[in-house]
């Protein structure tokens, strides 16, 4: 996949939603959708070179979807790397891209990891509609219970 294949209101929806995602985790320092191939779809970081991290996390991928495989845990979903100045998540969004974040060492992981998984769906769907796999996009439905 290209980023040719993926329209340009798909690569809007595409970085609203990495938008939405950092001002949901403002502990994050950056956000990539990137093509598992390693193009990048779209980005919402100053900091950090975009390709560079595209092209590291394809990498990083395929060794993460063979260590996987091979040991009977079933397809790739996400990758989590914790440095001593934070992490970086990659988080599977559909078969043909990821999901990645850079984040502060002070975040809180879960919260990380139910925002992510929320948004890489979302941009599962915002490519797959893009590509005419499936009907019209339709806003995220909240799954998160209310706090009491």
């Known amino acids: 996949m290209s980023t040719a294949m993926v329209n340009a209101e798909a690569e809007a929806e595409i970085l609203a939603e990495l938008r939405r995602l950092r001002a949901r985790l403002p502990q994050l320092t950056g956000a990539l959708a990137a093509s598992v191939d390693g193009l990048v779809l779209a980005h919402d970081s100053a900091a950090t070179e975009a390709e560079s991290v595209a092209a590291l996390t394809a990498a990083a991928l395929g060794v ?64 797959e509609h893009s590509l005419g796999r499936r009907g019209p996009v339709t806003p995220p439905m909240p799954t998160q219970a209310p706090l009491t």
């Open 64 to 127: 993460a979807r063979r260590l996987s495989d091979s040991t009977g845990q079933g397809g790739f979903r996400e990758l989590l790397v914790r440095g001593e100045s934070g992490y970086i998540a990659t988080y599977a969004a559909g078969d043909a891209a990821v999901l990645t974040l850079i984040a502060e060492p002070r975040v809180n992981v879960g919260r990380l990891h139910l925002e992510a998984r929320r948004s890489s769906l979302r941009i599962t769907e915002l490519i």
